[in-house]
């Protein structure tokens, strides 16, 4: 069974940096993709990045994009979330998602295993 470990939320002033690690384990799939989705406080789980298998297709959302960098280490089965320039409206706890196959999706419907989820706050 494929299990997914998220690290690095924390606290953090307007402005500042935190990069998110996932760490696939178990019985994973022979390829996969990943997605990083957060919900906040009242609203919807969103998608936030994805990156497929080989790392040569990447996408963010609009509110992200030029913000945040999603990158993996198929060696280690760990993918990372680099986010810089924090906005407060980025508080959230963030999940990582992964699926068999080596297209990612935007919509988390099409996701088959999940992390617990890393809280991430940013202070104004």
């Known amino acids: 069974q494929v299990q997914l470990a998220e690290s690095g939320g924390g606290l953090v002033q307007a402005g500042g940096s935190l990069r998110l690690s996932c760490t696939v384990s178990g019985r994973t799939f022979s390829t996969y993709t990943m997605g990083w989705f957060r919900r906040a406080p009242g609203k919807v789980r969103e998608f936030v990045a994805g990156?497929?298998?080989?790392?040569?297709?990447?996408g963010y959302a609009d509110s992200v994009k030029g913000r945040f960098t999603i990158s993996r280490d198929t060696a280690k089965n760990t993918v990372y979330l680099q986010m810089n320039s924090l906005k407060p409206e980025d508080t959230a706890v963030y999940y990582c998602a992964a699926r068999g196959g080596t297209i990612y999706y935007r919509r988390d419907s099409e996701y088959d295993v999940w992390g617990q989820g890393t809280q991430v706050t940013v202070s104004s």
């Open positions: 990156v497929n298998w080989s790392s040569d297709i990447i």
